[in-house]
């Protein structure tokens, strides 16, 4: 699926969009759990709430960390789940956020009472942030699948209904979860190399941010992040040239990559990117 060009193509203005993204399983390269953190400090995030981990992690699994605290005494910091809200800079709009773990137990619990405290804060919309391993090369745009399974999101965003079926992790529970209490829905998920899994990916996580800037219609501040992107892709490029074979299996999934885009796309990416621009830009000149 191509994104879309148009920032129109978003959600309604001024309603409150909840984004969440959890480590784990449904995270690879820590891409979405790193989006997440970025919107939380472009945004400047504040927390409002949290979960009891008590409740819902196995610490032999997620350990909880010790080290010195803010006062120089030492603490015990636990695998929560943590819910801030930001207001965007420019359409004024609220987003809550909600970063954690993927819980070791009582899921449907868990995603109730995360939803329980999206009510209070009157969410309108609930998109979850993904990763996941898979065969594309890293000299390529990282792909970004965006999927709902409510009708007039698919409708208006032109967005396709999620055809997986298989094991899921925390996201897909919240996501049903979520479109049972009435609640509109959307999945984003970007593909991370395989073959480069290790953390971070900023690549992939700049995919999503860009997802994110079209799904909101509000420009993101990126930092470093690009040139970050850059670098892990120059260090990429450094590493298969030094292996045959890697390079080898990098040459045939773009060529795998290239024969399965239209000549249009290309046109459309460089269109996107071009409004993203535009975008930046009126920022920042105050338009």
């Not at 001024?14 to 820590?30: C, P, V, Y």
Request: charged letters at 25%; proline letters at 7%.
């Amino acid at each position: 699926m191509t994104e879309q060009a148009d920032a129109p193509a978003g959600l309604p203005e001024r309603e409150t969009i909840l984004l969440a993204a959890f480590e784990g399983w449904n995270d690879a390269g820590s891409a979405a759990s790193q989006a997440l953190e970025h919107l939380h400090e472009a945004w400047g995030a504040e927390q409002v709430d949290e979960l009891d981990p008590e409740e819902y992690h196995d610490f032999q699994v997620n350990r909880p960390v010790i080290g010195p605290g803010e006062d120089g005494r030492r603490e015990i910091t636990w695998p929560t789940t943590a819910v801030a809200v930001a207001t965007t800079p420019n359409a004024r709009r609220q987003v809550v956020l909600v970063h954690g773990i993927e819980p070791s137990m009582r899921w449907r619990r868990y995603c109730g009472e995360l939803l329980d405290i999206a009510a209070t804060l009157r969410v309108t919309t609930v998109v979850t942030l993904g990763a996941l391993l898979a065969d594309v090369p890293h000299t390529r745009p990282i792909p970004v699948t965006a999927t709902s399974e409510d009708e007039a999101v698919r409708e208006a965003l032109g967005f396709e209904p999620n055809s997986y079926e298989g094991p899921t992790g925390i996201v897909g529970v919240l996501q049903h979860e979520a479109a049972a209490r009435g609640l509109r829905t959307v999945s984003l998920w970007a593909a991370v190399p395989h073959y480069v899994a290790h953390p971070p990916s900023p690549k992939a996580t700049l995919a999503l941010l860009h997802r994110i800037e079209a799904l909101t219609g509000e420009p993101i501040p990126l930092g470093d992040l690009p040139e970050d992107a850059a670098a892990w892709q120059d260090g990429v490029d450094e590493l298969a040239s030094e292996d045959a074979e890697i390079a080898e299996y990098v040459h045939q999934l773009e060529e795998a990559k290239d024969t399965a885009e239209l000549p249009e796309a290309s046109g459309e990416a460089i269109a996107q990117e071009f409004e993203r621009y535009l975008r930046r830009r009126d920022k920042g000149t105050g338009g």
